[in-house]
């Protein structure tokens, strides 16, 4: 594959341009399928942080416009609006009986500011926080769109392989 094959920056790829991955065909079927599993489970806990990071950030601006404190309705207003018309859910992956993540080194953001200084320090440090995590979530994407492809790849191969999961 050249550069020229590989998608544009922010695309994801399709399953037409699967093509084997080099360091992933000594790797068997099963060991590829765990391999992407903890990949995606990974990728879900990423995004779990990054949303409690975006809805912080929104907690501290909204703070920060008033004097009041922020009520129940401005609270799901704040937790629930992503500013582009969409919606955040509710996370799916994250039960009351599962054990939450770490987030490393973000301790000192979770206190609450006591002046606008404090809540734009607060800010700029999440901010940074959610740049690293969205480059590692990218990367996360590309290692499972390269597994995808591979698994692809064998499937077409010999699609009964497909089958064995369903046993």
């Known amino acids: 594959m050249t550069d020229d094959d590989l998608p544009l920056s922010g695309q994801r790829r399709t399953i037409k341009d699967a093509v ?29 942080w990054r949303r409690l990071i975006h809805a912080r950030v ?36 994250v039960r009351a009986a599962d054990p939450l993540p770490d987030l490393p080194a973000l301790a000192g953001v979770w206190v609450t500011p006591s002046d606008a200084a404090e809540a734009a320090e607060a800010v700029e440090l999440l901010g940074a926080a959610e740049q690293t995590l969205t480059s590692y979530r ?30």
């Open 20 to 48: 084997s991955s080099p360091h992933l065909a000594s790797v068997s079927l099963a060991e590829l399928r765990t391999y992407r599993e903890h990949l995606r489970a990974e990728e879900a806990r990423i995004s779990y």
């Open 58 to 93: 929104d907690l501290l601006r909204a703070g920060s416009l008033g004097d009041s404190p922020i009520d129940v309705d401005a609270l799901a207003r704040v937790l629930g609006d992503t500013g582009t018309g969409h919606v955040r859910q509710a996370l799916h992956r």
């Open 138 to 167: 990218r990367a996360l994407h590309d290692r499972i769109d390269e597994a995808t492809a591979e698994l692809i790849v064998r499937y077409r191969a010999d699609p009964s392989r497909a089958l064995e999961i369903l046993s």
